[in-house]
């Protein structure tokens, strides 16, 4: 069954005083926190509600300042905050109708999950109560329940691009492209696995700092809630990971999110549109936004967005033609339900009925379980419509039969269960090659718009060719898999830098050694290897040159002979500027950083263990990657092991011995031991307490 999205412009004047809900307050003494000697927090609380008031508070502890940016975002206070920057996501949050949605549709979410969110409200607004000296704005606490659904619709529409179809209107470029960021999953069943059991690798590659960086927790509660792994910080459960009798992990994916309509004005009265024959006036929606000047100044701004029959619509700054966008995650609140429903389901029929909410609006999932079940889904909001349609930048917005109604359900979407090769993977790939073969007849079967990678990076390649070069594999190999270094010569990439790796040095005097240093690179990157650095460089120049990113990975990378040469010879100028030499190892420029702690990043741009640096000085800083790692391995009984990892530690006050414990693993690519046994935990713990 489909899920419609038939939306009239009622709702947004509706508004219900369902924020008020009679929930008891939390008692605290029913919570207890467990620190393990990594600062990890494991949170016990009779109820779900109980224990989503210790995650809120254990979260705090460690990062206050930063869980606060998605509460900022669901309270509109951005523009307080951040200036004219933070301003605009307050105006998109209004050009979508974030509060209106809430309001209208928060009376239809379930009470369990309500209750829950309430408990969570409550850790935050308490946490805050006691520490005020730490808000960062005004006025932004007590948090409700309402307030971090309006959250998760901002942030899910930001997500899919939707604030950058916003920015193209107002700016006049609507054929930018978005690249987005990478990550990994992998899962093998008992038909590939040495021992019979089945592996799961999560490994999602995002900010290393920061708001979108991720934060390791472990929850349960007497209610039959007991997820360990990551969210992000502020998320209200665990966003990947695992309970007793499941796992999954998520990946970014590309799928065609939403579209922009041009409308046709009437040519003398205002705000009037042609739809279907007849003519509509645009409904207009003032706010005023609050913009921080300075450290106490505050200049309230008025701005002004429409309404119409299509979504939300604005005025093009640069065309003065107006413009409509819709993306299913501007009529939709339950992304949170998901998790939370995710989080309890005990088998792969109930984690599948979560699934089917399609209130996540998207990344790939890939998930295994105790029962030996492994499965590939590219899962997101898809809006349902012709190939011809989307092709076009812009669709005239005149006739509702070129406006989407309905989204994909999910079995139209791709996806792969128990293959017969026994794995299932994406490492930012098309979604047909989910396992040991593209999957061609599926891919010509399915509508375009489904997938906006086509080909496979550097990662599928060599994750198949590992794969497909063992006949089994044990937990240890499969953990060894992920942090491979290496690049495979069949990659798309390497085969568009052959004229530089095939190249006569002599034919190019002045930088000939640096040609030789390519030509012997042995295609794996690890710490003392000057020919990874020379080519992560010349890569970086190249790249920042043509205005590319993650997608030339995998297709599109459109580079002259002449280029690539420029590129290598700007690479050696900042090499001689910085280094006095070319033969400068990888480790020396490539590191991780946070606060004033350093380590040497481990890793390389699109190898299995990716990780992408941004040009500081005369370093390279790592700004996104491997900021997560979890292994699990099932047998037919629940979790025989678990194993993680965090760039640097869960903290971010540099005092805490959590702030950085974590880094050497990182370095050294390595992980530790896991638990979800609450006798263990308790009987291990560095220690335990009761928030507040």
């Known amino acids: ?244 009798n499941l796992a999954w992990g998520m990946t970014w994916n590309y799928f065609d999110q939403g579209d922009i309509y041009k409308l046709k004005m009437h040519p003398k009265k205002k705000l009037m549109y042609e739809y279907d024959g007849e003519w509509k006036k645009l409904e207009t929606k003032k706010v005023w936004l609050k913009v921080r000047l300075g450290k106490k100044f505050t200049l309230p701004v008025s701005k002004k967005s429409y309404w119409s029959e299509l979504g939300p619509a604005l005025k093009s700054n640069e065309s003065k033609d107006y413009y409509a966008f819709k993306y299913p995650s501007f009529y939709d609140i339950t992304a949170p339900l998901q998790w939370y429903r995710m989080n309890k389901a005990k088998n792969f029929e109930e984690f599948r009925a979560a699934l089917e909410m399609l209130g996540i609006s998207m990344f790939n999932i890939v998930y295994a379980d105790k029962d030996d079940n492994i499965y590939y889904v590219s899962y997101g909001q898809v809006p349902e419509r012709k190939d011809s349609l989307v092709a076009l930048e812009v669709i005239p917005g005149d006739k509702s039969a070129n406006v989407w109604q309905e989204i994909h359900s999910l079995d139209e979407l791709p996806h792969n269960l128990n293959p017969e090769c026994g794995y299932v993977f994406n490492t930012n790939n098309t979604p047909f090659r989910s396992d040991c073969e593209m999957n061609l007849a599926y891919k010509l079967a399915s509508p375009k718009y489904v997938d906006r990678r086509p080909a496979d990076n550097n990662r599928a390649v060599r994750l198949t060719e590992q794969f497909d070069a063992l006949d089994k594999i044990s937990f240890e190999q499969f953990q060894k898999i992920k942090y491979d270094n290496k690049y495979s010569k069949n990659t798309y990439l390497v085969k568009q830098l052959k004229p530089l790796l095939e190249a006569d040095p002599t034919k190019h005097a002045d930088i000939s050694d640096m040609l030789t240093w390519l030509q012997a690179w042995d295609y794996e990157a690890d710490s003392m290897d000057v020919s990874a650095a020379i080519l992560m460089v010349s890569i970086d120049h190249l790249f920042r040159a043509k205005g590319y990113g993650d997608k030339q990975f995998i297709s599109e990378l459109s580079v002259t002979e002449e280029e690539l040469f420029t590129a290598v010879r700007q690479a050696k100028a900042w090499f001689i500027e910085n280094y006095g030499t070319i033969e400068v190892p990888l480790g020396q420029i490539f590191k991780a950083r946070k606060g004033d702690l350093e380590v040497t990043s481990p890793g390389f741009p699109d190898a299995l263990a990716a990780n992408y640096g941004k040009r500081n000085g005369n370093k390279y800083i790592l700004e996104y990657g491997d900021t997560y790692t979890h292994f699990v391995k099932f047998d037919k009984n629940g979790v025989v092991e678990m194993r993680s990892a965090v760039p640097f530690g869960n903290s971010y006050h540099p005092e805490d011995a959590s702030y950085f414990n974590q880094a050497e693993l990182f370095r050294t690519q390595t992980t530790k031991e896991l638990s979800l046994d609450k006798e263990k935990i308790l009987k291990e713990a560095v220690e335990i307490y009761h928030p507040k």
């Open 1 to 244: 069954m489909k899920k419609h999205f038939l939306v009239s412009l009622s709702f947004l004047c509706i508004y219900l005083l369902t924020s008020a809900q009679n929930f008891p307050p939390i008692n605290t003494n029913n919570i207890s926190i467990a620190r393990d000697s990594w600062g990890i927090p494991h949170i016990f609380g009779k109820t779900d509600a109980e224990a989503a008031y210790g995650l809120a508070w254990a979260n705090a502890e460690d990062a206050f300042a930063e869980m606060q940016e998605i509460l900022i975002v669901g309270k509109g206070k951005m523009g307080k905050y951040q200036g004219i920057d933070g301003a605009k996501a307050d105006f998109f949050s209004h050009v979508i109708q974030a509060e209106e949605l809430v309001n209208s549709k928060i009376a239809s979410l379930p009470q369990d999950f309500l209750q829950y969110l309430d408990g969570y409200a409550q850790g935050i607004s308490r946490f805050a109560e006691l520490h005020p000296e730490d808000v960062k704005v005004k006025g932004l606490f007590p948090v409700e329940a309402k307030d971090i659904l309006k959250s998760y619709v901002v942030i899910m529409s930001f997500l899919t691009d939707a604030s950058g179809a916003m920015d193209k209107i107002y700016n006049g470029k609507l054929d930018d492209v978005k690249t987005g960021l990478g990550s990994n999953a992998f899962a093998i069943n008992s038909s590939k696995s040495a021992d019979g059991g089945t592996y799961i690798c999560i490994n999602p590659h995002l900010q290393m700092l920061g708001s979108f960086s991720f934060y390791e927790a472990h929850i349960a509660s007497e209610e039959g809630l007991n997820m360990a792994g990551t969210l992000f910080l502020g998320g209200t459960s665990i966003y990947m990971g695992n309970n007793e």
